[in-house]
Structures are given as structure tokens and as C-alpha cells.
């Protein structure tokens, strides 16, 4: 009877519970800020069913400043501004856009709000504090942990090894771009313990740390002979290490502008950690007989991101991603696949239509992801060249046309007059094929594209989706989806190569 008893009173004690909380998630709809034991309130409004947040209850709870003006708002803090636009879902700081799920509505004049998304997304950027969701729309502000990083040197014949020993194991961003290498640890405000051995200097320049990066960031600048690297990680204790190695002196992989006057040969991405002991040579590259060449462009690379809706999205790397995949599945059906780059690097404009060229490929498909000022733009869509009289009109694939680069193409660019309908074929075929993945219905577009004009065989500039639409943005993080997407152009291709 006892334990009866005492379950009846555990019972209603659960009551007491359920009933509370089901009423206070009824009446919650605002949104809590706690900073210590004190809570800040943030109003909260649906619109179109979609609960939004005012931006200026969320700027006090943090400590922002928060100023608006004319349709535009800024949101500052200790590490740099945030910069709103009304009705726009993409957020600015600095050079980078970051999208949410809703466009941003400034209800009256002073009354900003945002979606719930914004906080996580986009504040961490400019607090020096670390905001975390403890439950539905509650939030903490809490200071932020530091992570002692301990970096080792070790100078080797042919390399330099640089082992990074952080306290506490965060999430690790290792960045290549054309003069240096970037390695992030994330979460926490690192505190760096730089080595007293300097490294060698042919390969590594310098070894810095910029504190003023959201978490700090880890400089590695190359060197005059730096050739490439390679990234492990290792346990016990937990390291990162990054291997940076001058040219082998027997074997060198050729460069675009190498490829251009020489028979193709099969070239290889760096040697993967797992299978790669330390001191193990670079592969040679084997020359390995083929179908049809064809070039596959990965747009971007290097400092040129192309669309960059948030930190982790980088069109540059969805590029890349797509184009091995591509790749791949040319050679199963007997083709060969040549990639402008196959590394995070800049490539200029002429040496990737000039891969086409000297390597007589018979087909040149330039790879990117779409970005849009509107966010409901969506879906694939197939560019094919075409001549304008007047080339400064030529905006509507905005940067290739309007580059500098891009005008000094004169030697080059008729390349691609004798090929426009064949062009228009392969465009048709490509899109076709990735319309239903994206449940679309577009179609081919016909622009002055720089990026085609010098290329003397049918090419096409795919836009595979638009970063700057959430459904398209969901489907291109999904790597099953990236695989479609690369058998859908593969096939195309081998379609129209197959005519
Ligand atoms: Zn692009």
C-alpha cells in the first residue's frame, strides 16, 4: 500500500508537470534570452505562419547596438557588424552573405524581426561571447571557453611537418588559398602557443596567428617552393598535423598550363592520409588511354568563393565535389574527364578554356552552384554561349562577362562561334536531365559567357541549383543528391558524345 501510495503522489507530481509545461510552451511564444539568471524577452510575430523575433529585443538582450535606417539595419558588436536588408533572407558580414530560412521583415519603422534561425546563424560572427539553445526558443549567453592550441615544428628533407595540439577538441577548418593555408579550430577563442622552431622557410614563409578572426586563425604562408600538402589527424593526444612539401624532385604534377601543351595524362588528387605512410613519395602520374576527353571545369577556387550563403556552404567547394563526381562517372562510361583544378586554387578563365583546347576535348562543361538576389529562384539552369555585338552588355551571367580578365580575351574569343548549336544540343540534353532531380521546369539560357567564348568544342556553364534557395541549398548538402546531380550531366554528356 505504501509503494501505491507513493507511486500515486510520484504520479501527480508528473501531472503537475506536464500540465505546467504544456502551458508554458502555449504561452512562451516569445523567445528568451538568459544571460546568468537573468531573462530577456523578445517579441515575438507570426507572418505567414512563420514566427519571427524583433531584432531590437535580441540586440538588447545580447548587448548589440542595433541602428536602422531606410529599409537597411545594422547589428554591431565586439567583432565586427551584421548589415539587414527588409525583405531579404541573406544577411551581410563583411564579404560574406549568410542566408536564413525567412527574409527579414521590418514590421513598422523601428521594428525589426528576424526568424528564429538568424540567432545561431549569424550572431556568433560579431559576439565574443557563445550563444547556445538550451531548449525551444530559449537561449544562453555564456563567456566563451579558451582552447590552448600548442603548435610543433619539424623541418624534414622534403617537408615541414606542423603538428597542432590543441586542449580541447573543437571542430578543425584547414582552408587552402593561393598564397596560404588556413587552420581554424571552432567553438572556442584559441589561444596559440607558436613554436620556437621556425620553419623552413623555402617552404613556409611564415607561421602566424590572427586573433582578430571569430575564433582566432592559424596563417601558414607558403613559400617560394612550397608545392602541396596533406592533413591527418592523429589521437592520443589529439593532433592535427599538416605536411607541406616542396615539388618531389622525381615526378610533378603539371599545372593547367602544362597540361595545354602536353598529350593528356591521367592526373591524381593528393594521396588521401589513410593510405599514405609519412615520408611515402607523391604518386607519379601515368599517361592511361581514353574515349573522348572531356573537360570538366570546377568554377571558382582559391579566394574567389563564388556564392557563399553561409560558413559552411562555399559554391567553390560544391564546384569541386560535383566535378570529381563527374568525372568519375565519364570514366565508367569510357570517357575521360579533364579537371581545370582539382584543389581548392584559382584558375584563370583562359587556362581552363585553353585545357579544352589543346587537349582536343570534345565536350567543355563548366560546373557551378547559382546565387540570386531573389531567394525564391531556384532549380537548375543550362547556359550556352552566345555573341553579342556589343560585349558590355554582357551581364547577364554578371562576374565572367564583367571581369577585367575577361575582356583581354580577344585572341580567343571566336572559339566557340562554329560550335553554338552543337553548344545549344549539349545544353538542352544536360538540362533535360537535371530538371526533374530539382523538380523544375527550366530552360536553356542563352548568354555572353566569357567563360565559353574561347573554348573551341560544345560547352555548356551549368548552374546546378541556386545556394541562395533553401530547398535547392537543402538538396546540394545532401552528397546521395550531389551523386545524382553528377550522373545526370555525366550521362547527358555521354549522350551527346554518343550521337
Ligand atoms: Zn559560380
Known amino acids: 500500500m505504501l509503494r501505491l501510495r507513493r507511486f500515486a503522489a510520484a504520479s501527480l507530481v508528473c501531472w503537475v508537470l506536464i500540465v505546467c509545461w504544456s502551458w508554458l510552451a502555449v504561452a512562451a511564444d516569445e523567445l528568451q534570452i538568459w544571460v546568468g539568471n537573468k531573462r530577456h524577452k523578445v517579441d515575438s510575430r507570426e507572418r505567414d505562419r512563420v514566427p519571427y523575433y ?45 542566408l536564413v530560412s525567412h527574409p527579414l521583415w521590418r514590421r513598422r519603422e523601428k521594428n525589426w524581426y528576424a526568424p528564429e534561425d538568424f540567432l545561431l546563424k549569424t550572431l556568433p560572427l560579431v559576439l565574443d561571447q557563445k550563444l547556445v539553445k538550451e531548449g525551444p526558443l ?60 621556425r ?48 615539388p618531389p624532385a622525381s615526378a610533378r604534377v603539371p599545372s593547367v598550363e602544362e597540361v595545354v601543351s602536353e598529350p593528356p595524362v591521367e592526373t591524381q588528387s593528393i594521396p588521401s592520409p589513410a593510405r599514405t605512410q609519412a615520408g611515402e613519395q607523391i604518386p607519379v ?50 570517357h575521360r574527364g579533364l579537371l581545370t583544378r582539382r584543389q581548392d586554387v584559382e584558375v584563370p578563365l583562359q587556362q581552363r578554356s585553353a585545357a579544352a583546347n589543346a587537349n582536343r576535348s570534345k565536350a567543355f562543361v563548366s560546373i557551378h552552384v547559382g546565387g540570386a538576389p531573389a531567394i525564391s529562384t531556384k532549380g537548375p539552369v543550362v547556359y550556352a554561349h552566345r555573341y553579342f555585338e556589343a560585349n558590355t552588355a554582357a551581364n547577364s551571367a554578371g562576374q565572367y562577362a564583367s571581369t577585367p580578365a ?33 523538380g523544375a521546369n527550366n530552360e ?54 554518343s550521337r
Open 54 to 98: 524583433e531584432i531590437g529585443d535580441i540586440a538588447a538582450g545580447l548587448g548589440l547596438e542595433f541602428v536602422e535606417q531606410d529599409g537597411q539595419a545594422r547589428l554591431s558588436g565586439p567583432r565586427g557588424h551584421l548589415e539587414l536588408t527588409d525583405g531579404r533572407g541573406l544577411v551581410r558580414f563583411g564579404t560574406d552573405y549568410i
Open 138 to 197: 530559449r537561449y544562453r549567453v555564456t563567456s566563451l571557453g579558451e582552447n590552448r592550441v600548442q603548435v610543433e615544428v619539424t623541418n624534414l628533407p622534403d617537408h615541414v611537418k606542423i603538428t597542432f595540439l590543441p586542449a580541447k577538441k573543437t571542430p578543425v577548418r584547414i582552408l587552402e588559398l593561393k598564397d596560404r593555408l588556413e587552420v581554424r579550430f571552432e567553438g572556442q577563442l584559441v589561444t596559440p602557443a607558436l613554436p620556437k622552431e
Open 199 to 246: 620553419p623552413d622557410a623555402r617552404i613556409v614563409a611564415s607561421l602566424e596567428f590572427d586573433s582578430s578572426d571569430v575564433y582566432g586563425v592559424f596563417r601558414i604562408v607558403k613559400g617560394e617552393q612550397y608545392y602541396n600538402f596533406r592533413e591527418y589527424a592523429l589521437e592520443q593526444p589529439d593532433r592535427r598535423v599538416l605536411d607541406l612539401y616542396s
Open 285 to 334: 602520374f601515368q599517361p592511361r588511354q581514353y574515349g573522348s576527353v572531356v573537360v570538366v571545369d570546377p568554377g571558382h577556387g582559391g579566394e574567389e568563393y563564388g556564392v557563399h550563403p553561409s560558413q559552411e556552404v562555399l559554391e567553390k567547394n560544391l564546384n569541386l565535389a560535383l566535378a570529381l563526381r563527374i568525372e568519375e562517372r565519364l570514366r565508367a562510361s569510357a
Open 406 to 438: 575577361a575582356r583581354k580575351l580577344v585572341l580567343w574569343e571566336d572559339a566557340q562561334r562554329s560550335h553554338l548549336s552543337e553548344s545549344r544540343e549539349l545544353a538542352a540534353l544536360v538540362q533535360a536531365a537535371l530538371n526533374p532531380l530539382f
Open 444 to 497: 536553356v539560357v542563352e548568354a555572353p559567357l566569357a567563360a565559353l567564348e574561347s573554348v573551341a568544342c560544345p560547352a555548356v556553364l551549368v548552374e546546378a541549383g541556386f545556394a541562395t534557395n533553401p530547398e535547392d541549398l537543402e538538396k546540394l548538402t545532401s552528397q546521395a543528391f550531389l551523386d545524382q546531380v553528377a550522373s545526370a550531366v555525366a550521362q547527358a554528356v555521354t549522350e551527346f558524345l
